[in-house]
């Protein structure tokens, strides 16, 4: 079957969203942005990064990780 005789039946099937498939999708949700985990209480910084520990601040990211050298 070419492209022209599958477009031709989709819009057959579906005559009134030309080229595409009608789908209801639900909106997104406002979720609030992600703060580093380190401390208590919480360092609370952005931006941070996900790391195996949590959500981790430049400052407070794990060593083996870290780009800082060693004094």
Known sequence: ???????Q????RFPDVPGQ?????PAGEDKPPNVCDYG??????VPVRFYPNGWKCDEH??????RRTAP
């Open 1 to 7: 079957m070419t492209r022209d005789k599958v477009a």
């Open 61 to 66: 990211q794990p060593a083996r990780t870290s």
């Open 40 to 45: 208590n209480p919480r360092c609370g910084a």
């Open 21 to 25: 498939l009608a789908v209801d999708v």
């Open 9 to 12: 039946k989709i819009a057959e």
